[in-house]
């Protein structure tokens, strides 16, 4: 299993900046997408940002010009730059990996535990 925890969540003034952390840790996989998700009060989990296993990046057109989604070198952590925050960006922001044991075995998908991300107007 691959496992994942995040950090970086916390309360910020509006136009405030946050970084979130996902770190991947367990058996050795092959990613085929990393995304992190938005889940705000009341609300469906929305995708926010997620980047291909080949480097490929997509993004909500809310996210676009604010959010960046980047990895380290040994893409083992997978990271969210948040800018110019927004009270509507408020939410449990959850990191999301699929992942496979081999390009033959069916894709699996990891969630982390969430951090709450509080933008206060």
């Known amino acids: 299993q691959v496992q994942l925890v995040e950090s970086g969540g916390g309360l910020v003034q509006a136009g405030g900046s946050l970084r979130l952390s996902c770190a991947l840790s367990?058996?050795?996989?092959?990613?085929?997408?990393m995304a992190w998700y938005r889940q705000a009060p009341g609300q469906q989990r929305e995708v926010v940002a997620s980047m291909s296993g080949g480097g490929l990046i997509d993004q909500s057109d809310s996210s676009k010009g604010r959010f960046t989604i980047s990895t380290n070198n040994a893409k083992n952590t997978v990271y969210l730059q948040m800018n110019s925050l927004k009270p509507e960006d408020t939410g449990v922001y959850y990191c999301n990996v699929i992942w496979r044991v081999s390009l033959w075995s069916n894709p699996k998908s990891s969630w982390g535990q969430g951090t709450q991300v509080t933008v206060s107007s």
């Open positions: 367990g058996q050795s996989a092959m990613i085929d997408n």
